[in-house]
């Protein structure tokens, strides 16, 4: 079974751009969720998608924003960079059995995105 | 809310000595707790999970925590470090959907 996949791994942007990230999670796993990581601040939760809808979200300005789409791949969009964007970007899938129990969440290799 | 620390940035053991990494919680309500582990450049790996089914959770590689209410503790033991061991590790709390991360702590093992 494939795991999380995500696209691309390295990515090098200019301030004020926007960047696309793309995460194709575990097959049959519904919840998609997007995590930036960075020294300073550590892992800190963006937000969740489930059915092409968002679920959760994080404390992230809305320059972050993301969708899912019916196979369940998710993009994350970033507009209008700034250098403290410059981080790792993780995507974790997990199945979502609607009962409350938590299931284990798959986490992908990360997009590295640094921002000149 | 719930909130997880992780006491330790860093901790330096010897090969085959024990292993002890400690994380405290808070929450209101019963918990959802789990142990991550990151080796360099590479994706974050699931240890254990505490489902309230057992105090005691057996993870992945040797590695156990123990779920303590009145400690409100879930620190991460085991009982003889690899050198593979050596990596970050992250005490996170939270549903599947929004994990809520400890800021990690560095093992590192000296052979």
């Known amino acids: 079974k494939a795991g999380v996949t995500q696209t691309p791994r390295y990515l090098i942007k200019t301030r004020g751009q926007q960047v696309t990230l793309s995460c194709s999670p575990i097959?049959?796993?519904?919840?998609v969720s997007w995590y930036q990581q960075t020294p300073g601040q550590g892992l800190q939760f963006l937000f969740e998608?489930?059915?092409?809808?968002?679920?959760n979200k994080g404390n992230f300005p809305g320059r972050f924003s993301g969708r899912q789409f019916s196979n369940s791949r998710s993009e994350m969009n970033v507009s209008t960079l700034e250098l403290g964007d410059s981080a790792l970007y993780l995507c974790?899938?997990?199945?979502?059995?609607?009962?409350?129990?938590?299931?284990?969440?798959?986490f992908g290799q990360g997009t590295r995105l640094t921002v000149v | 809310a719930q909130s997880v620390t992780q006491l330790d940035s860093h901790v330096s053991v010897s090969e085959g000595t024990p292993v002890l990494l400690r994380c405290n919680y808070s929450?209101?309500?019963?918990?959802?707790l789990f142990w991550y582990v990151q080796h360099p450049n590479k994706g974050l790996q699931l240890l254990l999970k505490?489902?309230?089914?057992?105090?005691l959770v057996k993870g992945i590689n040797g590695f156990e925590a123990e779920f303590k209410k009145s400690e409100t503790s879930f620190h991460l033991t085991k009982p003889s470090a690899h050198m593979s061991d050596a990596a970050e590790y992250f005490c996170?709390?939270?549903?599947?959907?929004?994990?809520?991360f400890g800021k990690g702590t560095k093992l590192s093992v000296k052979p």
């Open positions: 974790a899938s997990s199945l979502d059995p609607g009962t409350g129990v938590n299931t284990e969440a798959f």
């Open positions: 097959s049959g796993h519904r919840s």
């Open positions: 998608y489930f059915s092409e809808t968002q679920r």
């Open positions: 929450s209101s309500y019963s918990p959802s």
């Open positions: 505490y489902t309230s089914a057992a105090t």
């Open positions: 996170v709390g939270g549903s599947q959907g929004n994990l809520i």
